[in-house]
């Protein structure tokens, strides 16, 4: 149990090009939904947490006009980067968690970011 | 001072060995506590909760120390397959979770 979906694995693309990743919880309802970003060797960074039908709460200096996020339902939450550019290369994963902050996050596979 | 901290490492031991873990957390009302595991270039995956009675699963045994302020991870009997970063979770009652930035282990033959 406790599947989380997320596409695509792998993008390249061009500098100014804007990026969607989808996150899904296949087998549960996700009451909260989080972003986070991972640079290489580095820990994971939390960029945003969001709670279905809900505008996201960003972290310190994550711009929410460059990092769309949208959680329309209890299973999909998508990350939309606009307009990328090669400093926002990384690896980006998401969580979902159904309940309260005392269960665990269940993480998707990870999306690797690459612009040229 | 950061929220969750852990020993880089690398840990580096052969197979059969025994190896801990510690993370320490800042923040005394956090509620949650949890193992994940982090392949090279992969997701984290939940290795166990820990729970206040300390809990096993296993060979991994994790246990929470509120007084002291940390968490810990053991396992025995190390296998090659646990080779990996293993990242502690510290959830507040706000919603949020904090991760460490993770200890390498090195299990080697």
Known sequence: GAVVSQHPSWVICKSGTSVKIECRSLDFQATTMFWYRQFPKQSLMLMATSNEGSKATYEQGVEKDKFLINHASLTLSTLTVTSAHPEDSSFYICSARFGLSNQPQHFGDGTRLSIL | ?109
């Open chain 2, 1 to 109: 001072r950061k929220e969750v901290e852990q020993d880089p490492g690398p840990f580096n031991v052969p197979e059969g060995a025994t190896v801990a873990f510690n993370c320490t957390y800042s923040n005394s009302a956090s509620q949650s506590f949890f193992w994940y595991r982090q392949d090279c270039r992969k997701e984290p995956k939940l290795l166990m909760s820990v729970y206040s009675s300390g809990n096993e699963d296993g060979r991994f045994t994790a246990q929470l120390n509120r007084a002291s302020q940390y968490i810990s991870l053991l396992i025995r009997d190390s296998k090659l397959s646990d080779s990996a970063t293993y990242l502690c979770a510290v959830g507040d009652n706000f919603n949020k979770f904090y991760f460490g930035s993770g200890t390498k282990l090195n299990v080697k033959p």
